[in-house]
């Protein structure tokens, strides 16, 4: 036996599929309602080319006096700049002048705050990165955590190899006096 199993063929399109379909609204007719009235198309182009055509020109109007103005406008700042009295131009000097002054002031309490840090805390100054004394003094904690310690100097009593002179030990000058007393 074989399996083929039997189909019932094509389906049918679904109903709202139907292009073979045509809707109509009202009264209107089969076939008349697809055509145009003929309003001479030659003439529709014609008006269409000739708007296009008036707003060229306008664009270029527009452009040539956009051109005209930016000229003005630069011969005005020339001739502004050149009407600029004496006591204006000093004015705007000594702005310049002041801006620089506290700048170059900021920096220098900036680099006096640093040599403080540093001093206290006993780090190179120039190894210190921030903007304020927290900053200053929080980056400077971290150096001495990186840093390795100093070993403590002996004295001069306990030099060399030996033990420190604790409480109640003789001293070098001790002994000596002691050895010579006898």
Same mark, same amino acid.
């Given at each position: ?19 073979? %379909? +045509? ?33 060229? !020109?306008?664009?270029?109007? &527009? ?5 005209? &103005? ?20 000093? %004015? ?11 700048? +170059? ?8 705050? !640093?040599?403080?840090? =540093? ?16 900053? %200053? ?14 070993? =403590? ?18 001293? !070098? ?7 010579? !007393?006898?």
């Amino acid at each position: 036996m074989s399996d083929i199993r039997p189909t019932l063929g094509p389906l049918p399109a679904p109903s709202w599929h139907r292009p073979f %379909l +045509r809707y109509i609204d009202g009264d209107q007719g089969a076939g008349d309602g697809d055509k145009k009235p003929e309003t001479g198309g030659d003439s529709d182009l014609e008006k269409a080319r000739a708007e296009a055509e008036k707003w060229k !020109a306008l664009s270029r109007k &527009n452009e040539e006096q956009a051109k005209a &103005n930016a000229e003005k406008a630069k011969k005005f700042d020339e001739l502004e700049e050149a009407n600029k009295t004496e006591q204006e131009k000093l %004015l705007a000097r000594a702005e310049a002048a002041e801006k620089r002054i506290a700048e +170059r002031e900021a920096m220098d309490a900036a680099a006096a705050t !640093a040599a403080e840090v =540093a001093k206290a805390k006993g780090v190179p100054a120039s190894a210190l990165r921030g903007s304020t004394r927290e900053e %200053l003094e929080a980056h400077a904690d971290e150096l001495l955590e990186l840093m390795p310690k100093k070993p =403590a100097a002996p004295s001069a009593d306990g030099q060399g190899d030996g033990e420190q002179i604790g409480d109640g030990d003789m001293s !070098a000058d001790d002994i000596v006096n002691a050895a010579t !007393a006898r």
